[in-house]
């Protein structure tokens, strides 16, 4: 310990010897170019994009379920673990999104669902794909939504969009809860027998609240029907977030001629919405995911058609605008995720302070060469002023001895002021400069005698 104690005294007193009482100064500069060091690497490290994320999806073997399973195999591949959380619909998703209590990420919603939900920390990622509406029911023929009025109809568990567009379409038919028509909440653990055993007259379906087997199943059983919306083209002039689909006949399946005839129905569009805090390079790889999945044709889209920008409830990421604008960014594009995150981070932490550090190491010596030069100054300002005096204009012997004890006055206060080693040259040339001016005194006084 003695050791190590006297170790540090013997630096301290190189240091002392080098910057003088400045030391301090010198070491608060070197002290704050360490903070802004370690600064620097906390941000380096604290700022790389998560290895994982969390997506709200639907119920267990709904389509978005089925479609988060396949962004997380996408994800995987680069390196990123996608967690998937079950969840009633989409406006189950939405509340998850906007409570900060709730560990999720990312999640799909159907337009159409905000109603006074604040949204203002959530963005969206585009819109994926259309998510038709399907009302499968029993009996007769209907063609209007008015006709189920007096009927029992299931509109979708409670927080799923299936509800929630159920009820505006009930309400803009005169069909709203508490009157004659009985509107059933509760999912049904087998919809297909509740028709056919005449528990229900009518189901209302969509991919967030019901799985693709059900749909099939529905699709598929005699004495069940499909409810034809001709009155698509009305219902999205009324409700301005669906969209008119066609299902052309015979396309479920040829041998059977499911549907029997071309159906219209009506659809909203669903939008990957995320938390304003997701890093950037996982709106790339998400985006790169909704590509995949959702940009081949279907019975309802164009190839290429999803993902887009058409929405109109949340404010676009920034993100998502440059990608479906110039795609990936050059680093993400070129490089597996790992390294251009590796490399984003360089350029956006370490190069700044390179470019900060390295100018203030350099000027680190020129400021204190400076300090030492303000101490230094002032006497030469008096030095000239003394100068000035001797030799301005002819003096007399009492003159000249008040200089020369000006002089040696000057010359005591300089001896009293602590310069570091490394500037010993300004202060031996100031006192070589005193000498000088009192030597050339001396030569005027032996001259006045020797006259």
Same mark, same amino acid.
């Given at each position: ?31 704050? #170019? ?5 600064? &620097? ?19 267990? =073997?709904? #389509? ?32 998850? @999104?906007? /409570?900060?209590?709730?560990?999720? /990420? ?16 959530? %963005?969206? @990622? ?7 509406? %399907? ?6 023929? +209907? ?10 109809? $299931?509109?979708?568990?409670? =927080?799923? *969009? ?15 809860? =508490? *009157? ?13 027998? /509740? ?27 005699? =004495? #069940? ?6 009155? &698509? ?6 409700? +301005?977030?669906?969209? +008119? ?9 040829? *041998?059977? $001629? ?29 985006? /790169? ?124 206060? @300089? ?10 040259? %300004? ?7 005193? $000498? ?16």
């Amino acid at each position: 310990m003695i050791e190590l104690k006297a170790y540090f005294k013997n630096i301290w007193a190189k240091l002392a010897a080098i910057y003088g009482s400045s030391v301090l100064l010198m070491m608060f500069w070197v002290l704050g #170019i360490l903070a802004l060091i370690c600064i &620097a690497v906390f941000l380096f490290f604290n700022s790389a994009a998560p290895t994982s994320l969390t997506i709200t999806t639907g119920e267990e =073997g709904s #389509i978005y379920q089925k479609n988060a399973l396949k962004y997380k195999a996408i994800l995987a591949r680069e390196g990123v673990t996608l967690n998937i959380v079950p969840s009633n619909g989409s406006i189950d998703n939405l509340n998850k @999104l906007v /409570d900060k209590h709730v560990n999720v /990420d990312i999640g799909f919603v159907q337009s159409g669902v905000v109603g006074k939900i604040k949204t203002d920390k959530l %963005m969206s @990622l585009g819109s994926i794909a259309y998510q038709p509406m %399907m009302i499968f029911y029993r009996g007769e023929s +209907k063609n209007l939504i008015s006709d189920f009025t007096g009927e029992r109809l $299931n509109v979708g568990e409670l =927080g799923s *969009g299936t509800h929630s567009l159920a009820l505006s379409m009930l309400k803009e038919n005169g069909i709203l809860p =508490g *009157g004659s028509t009985e509107l059933i909440e509760k999912p049904s653990i087998n919809p297909v027998e /509740d028709l056919l055993q005449d528990k229900i007259d009518a189901i209302f379906v969509m991919g967030d609240s019901a799985s693709l087997q059900l749909i099939k199943d529905l699709v598929k059983t005699p =004495g #069940i029907n499909i409810f034809n919306f001709d009155q &698509a083209d009305g219902y999205t002039r009324r409700i +301005k977030y669906l969209h +008119k689909l066609v299902l052309p006949m015979g396309s479920i399946d040829l *041998g059977k $001629n499911i549907p029997v005839n071309d159906l219209n129905l009506i659809a909203p569009t669903v939008e990957l919405i995320a938390r304003d805090s997701l890093h950037p390079a996982l709106s790339d790889l998400l985006l /790169d995911a909704a590509n995949e999945v959702h940009g081949s044709a279907t019975l309802f889209v164009k190839s290429g058609e999803f993902p887009n920008l058409t929405t109109q409830e949340y404010r676009i990421s920034p993100d998502a605008t440059r990608y479906y604008k110039s795609g990936k960014s050059f680093l993400y594009r070129d490089f597996p995720f790992w390294m251009a995150s590796f490399i984003n981070r360089i350029l956006v932490f370490l190069v700044p302070l390179l470019l900060i550090l390295i100018p203030a190491i350099k000027l680190a010596p020129s400021i204190y060469r400076w300090k030492i030069q303000l101490a230094i100054y002032p006497f030469y300002k008096a030095l000239l002023e003394l100068e000035k005096d001797a030799f301005g204009s002819a003096n007399d012997v009492d003159k000249r001895h008040e200089i020369m004890n000006n002089l040696d006055e000057l010359e005591a206060k @300089l001896s009293n002021i602590k310069i570091p080693a490394a500037f010993a040259d %300004m202060f031996y040339g100031l006192r070589g400069h005193i $000498n000088f001016v009192r030597t050339r005194l001396l030569a005027e006084q032996i001259a006045d005698v020797t006259e």
